[in-house]
């Protein structure tokens, strides 16, 4: 490197050092905050200065570097091979994590809250995979699957309160209305441009939540719906102490009584339901419905001139992908036993979308890992709730920005005419 | 009739700033052809800056015009920054790539914007004193005064004078015409000796410059932000850019005034907790009947 080049680079540091004083200066610099009446200003000049000397050096480092490129490449040549082991050794791959799934409860070292996170990274697991048929097989971008997730765990909520039906009744039955809402906000967008579908479907997700929080009579509101029934092993209830004339869980298999009963049994449904979807989509994708979304995704004008119905396929992922976002909705109502609007707001949609853009639309595995490290990442930063956020957003650019196929390219159609070419 | 008309000044005011968030949506669309997810953030910064600036010249004991034609400048200049910013970092690179892939890195980056602002200033409400008060008042011999106050006068002229320079800036500069042409084709006009990359960068300042304007109007007018009021507005004024027929530039004016004048009628004639609601279907059902809105030109795919 020449001694012009890095002055030259030197220059543009500065430069990007102003900038950064800019962006910083009023709005880390002067935060305001309320005292009494009215807001006063509290300086922060020392954190500006040290974001902007971080932006100055990084843009510095950058620069130097950027003569010899080894970053980006020696990441993207960690990241393809990663991805190749990952579809080379799908099938091992799979087995060890479903075997580590399923022995997870019991190994050593798992106490409760690993349960607890464990199943909340499952139910993102099983919403990923859910949005991954919208998504990465048919390529609609929902930003609105929150609403079908809320659909689900709402018409659970008030089938199990109001007719005291069992959780297996009435799994299928809300499962059943959130495929009827996908193909009910379906129908009418679906003919829409993929930017403008995503704006639609987030404007009906919204809808939904304001709609739950303003019907009073049904939802119950802002307070949302509590009671709702635990599930139960078979009939089986976890309880201490069954009601007269019921056999509870520990009683029927001669344990002593413990809450972790429950947990581990929500554990397995949650796992059950996920490899379901996971086992649904993988054969769907191999029958015309799943290659016909494929096509679409990939060309919709071939398709339509080979006489593929482009709103009806569509409209099949989207009600398939809606039936198991209320799958997992009814699975969440049931394991917090109340429900409430809160929880179904638009950064719920995009977290989810995050997760099947980072994993690497339409990668099943990608899903996996991505909800993993978003979730359990998330988990150990549980205080820097904030940052975290901003660190999920800024992993949805960079990795736009870099790798914009996902961190597991695996977008490839399931089938080639000419065999498979590498 | 008192009371409509009250409505018509109310909606009037609030599809003034419907408006000029508006035309940031409908230029950028226009000229790389996506849609900016975080420009609805970048009005938030907007509305910020002039918060922060307000609250710093209020000490100084300035007359109550110059503070704010300082805000104006200042909210504009930082918050064209901040526009500038994120197109270079979250969509330049991703020119060229496959279709969702900018709309994607835009909702990321507009997570990241909200709660960049939520850290940096903290989660809770902002009030801020009114500045300008009092009002002219109408039939005051009726059970009904309609009020115009001197503030919905000013945010209503205020727009009017931005518009005009605006549409010489378009119609009649350099500029202006470079823009035309990069809408047209990019190839093209970049054989033509214009840089592309440059005028692109020139298009996200003016749009995040008027969003700054209308966010300092919010502030105004509503007395209160936080770090959410972005993703609501944001989502009204591309409403209102579809409305007006989005890459047309008087169309999401008159698309804003119209968001504004169905948001305002809604909430005093029919349902005050379904206002929101009346913004996303009035974006649905204009977009499935006819997406090329009021003043668009018919979008033809090409193979």
Redesign the interface.
């Known amino acids: 490197m020449e001694k012009k080049d890095i002055i030259q680079s030197f220059k543009d540091s500065l430069f990007t050092g102003l900038i950064a004083l800019a962006l910083f200066g009023p709005i880390v610099g002067l935060r305001t905050a309320s005292k009494g009446e009215g807001l006063f200003i509290t300086p922060q000049w020392g954190v500006v200065f040290l974001l902007v000397g971080l932006c100055i050096l990084g843009r510095f480092l950058i620069n130097l570097n950027s003569a010899r490129k080894t970053e980006i490449t020696f990441f993207s040549k960690f990241t393809s091979k990663f991805s190749a082991i990952t579809r080379d050794k799908a099938k091992h791959f799979a087995i060890t994590a479903i075997l580590f799934a399923v022995v997870f409860p019991f190994l050593p070292f798992t106490d409760r809250y690993f349960m607890d996170v464990a199943i909340m990274i499952l139910t993102y697991i099983m919403l990923g995979w859910g949005l991954n048929i919208v998504v990465g097989l048919a390529g609609l971008l929902d930003l609105g699957y929150v609403a079908f997730y809320a659909v689900g765990a709402y018409s659970y909520a008030l089938i199990a309160t109001t007719f005291g039906w069992s959780f297996w009744i009435c799994l299928p039955l809300a499962g059943l209305f959130a495929a009827f809402f996908g193909i009910l906000l379906g129908f009418p967008v679906l003919r829409l441009r993929g930017d403008y579908l995503a704006i639609v479907t987030l404007g009906f997700g919204e809808i939904i939540r304001i709609i739950l929080i303003n019907w009073y009579e049904v939802t119950n509101g802002p307070d949302g719906i509590t009671g709702i029934p635990r599930p139960s092993f078979f009939g089986l209830p976890f309880k201490r102490s069954p009601d007269e004339g019921e056999t509870s869980f520990h009683l029927f298999f001669n344990l002593e009584y413990s809450t972790m009963h429950r947990i581990i049994f929500l554990y397995y449904l949650i796992l059950v339901l996920a490899l379901i979807t996971n086992y649904f989509t993988l054969k769907i994708r191999k029958l015309p419905v799943g290659r016909a979304w494929e096509a679409l995704r990939e060309d919709e004008i071939a398709c339509k001139s080979l006489g593929v119905n482009p709103t009806n396929t569509k409209l099949t992922a989207f009600a398939i992908g809606a039936m198991f976002g209320g799958f997992a909705g009814s699975f969440f109502a049931t394991r917090q036993a109340f429900i409430s609007p809160e929880s179904f707001t638009f950064i719920e949609s995009a977290i989810i979308v995050a997760i099947v853009v980072l994993g690497g639309m339409g990668s099943q595995t990608g899903v996996v890992l991505a909800s993993i490290f978003l979730i359990g990442i998330t988990e150990m930063f549980r205080d820097l709730e904030q940052y975290r956020m901003i660190a999920f957003g800024g992993a949805m650019v960079l990795i736009m920005v870099f790798k914009p196929k996902g961190i597991l390219a695996n977008r490839k159609p399931t089938i080639l005419m000419h065999g498979d070419k590498k | 009739m008192e009371y409509f008309i009250q409505q018509l000044v109310n909606g009037i005011t609030l599809g003034s700033i419907y408006g000029l968030i508006a035309i940031g949506y409908t230029m950028v669309y226009g000229i790389i052809g ?2 900016n997810f975080a420009h609805g953030d970048i009005f938030m ?1 907007g509305a ?2 002039a ?3 307000f ?2 010249f209020g000490l100084t004991g300035v007359a109550l015009p110059i503070i704010l034609l300082l805000v104006l400048l200042i909210a504009m ?2 918050t064209a ?2 526009g ?2 994120v197109e270079k ?2 969509y330049k ?2 020119r060229g ?9 835009a ?18 409400v ?4 009114p500045l300008i008060s009092g009002g002219l008042e109408f039939f005051n011999n009726s059970d009904f005064i309609v009020t115009v106050s001197y503030l919905q006068i000013f945010i209503v002229i205020l727009t009017i004078i931005l518009m005009g320079i605006f549409t010489y800036l378009i119609t009649k500069t350099d500029l202006g015409r470079a823009q035309r042409a990069c809408e047209q084709d990019r190839t093209m006009t970049a054989l033509l000796g214009i840089n592309v990359d440059r005028t692109i960068s020139i298009t996200f300042i003016i749009g995040s410059s008027l969003a700054s304007v209308a966010g300092m109007m919010f502030v105004l007018y509503y007395g209160v932000i936080d770090f959410y009021i972005g ?1 609501l507005a944001g ?1 009204k004024a ?1 409403t209102a850019a ?1 409305l007006g027929g989005i890459g047309s530039l008087p169309g999401a004016m008159l698309g804003g005034l119209l968001i504004g004048l169905i948001e305002t009628f809604w909430a005093g004639y029919v349902s005050l ?2 206002k ?2 009346a913004a ?2 009035v ?2 059902v204009v ?2 009947f006819f ?1 090329t809105g009021f003043l668009g030109k018919p ?1 033809i ?1 090409k ?1």
């Open positions: 996506m849609i910064i910020f800056v918060l922060i600036s609250i710093i200049l930082f920054c901040y500038w910013t970092l979250a690179p991703l790539s496959f279709r969702l892939a900018p709309l994607i890195s909702l990321g980056m507009s997570i990241v914007l909200q709660n960049y602002v939520q850290v940096a200033q903290g989660a809770r902002k009030p801020m004193q993703f989502i591309f579809v907790e379904y929101d609601v996303f279907s974006l649905i977009l499935i997406p979008d795919e193979v």
